[in-house]
């Protein structure tokens, strides 16, 4: 059982930075791949990033490439989603999601994850 907590939301200008956090419960976060996908009202829930449990491979939405870096430290059981650049679309809550363990299949489909946290509210205004 995983159980993340997501946190780092919150309401910033266009252009600006943040930095959303994913703290993982137990003693096995290094053995799952880790993915953030986002939800903006009245959507449907999209894959924004992935990140392997070595983090060795990774894989972004177009939306986001260039702008947004997903990263993890194993030592602390957490995954990072660094966001640069943001922009109004980018308004969403916020979601990391747990599959594995040894996962290696396709980081795109929320069907492939067992493991959710509750989200955080990213806004960012014009």
């Known amino acids: 059982q995983v159980q993340l907590v997501e946190s780092g939301g919150g309401l910033v200008q266009a252009g600006a930075s943040l930095r959303l956090s994913c703290v993982a419960s137990?003693?096995?976060?290094?053995?799952?791949?880790m993915g953030w996908f986002r939800q903006a009202p009245g959507k449907e829930r999209e894959f924004v990033t992935g990140?392997?449990?070595?983090?060795?491979?990774?894989e972004y939405a177009d939306s986001v490439k260039g702008r947004f870096t997903i990263s993890r430290d194993n030592a602390k059981n957490t995954v990072y989603l660094q966001m640069n650049s943001l922009k109004p679309e980018d308004t969403a809550v916020y979601y990391c999601?747990?599959?594995?363990?040894?996962?290696?299949?396709?980081?795109?489909?929320?069907?492939?994850?067992?493991?959710w946290g509750q989200g955080t509210q990213v806004t960012v205004s014009s």
């Open positions: 999601a747990a599959a594995g363990p040894f996962y290696r299949g396709s980081y795109y489909s929320a069907n492939n994850y067992s493991y």
């Open positions: 990140i392997s449990w070595t983090g060795g491979r990774t």
């Open positions: 137990g003693r096995t976060f290094g053995t799952y791949s």
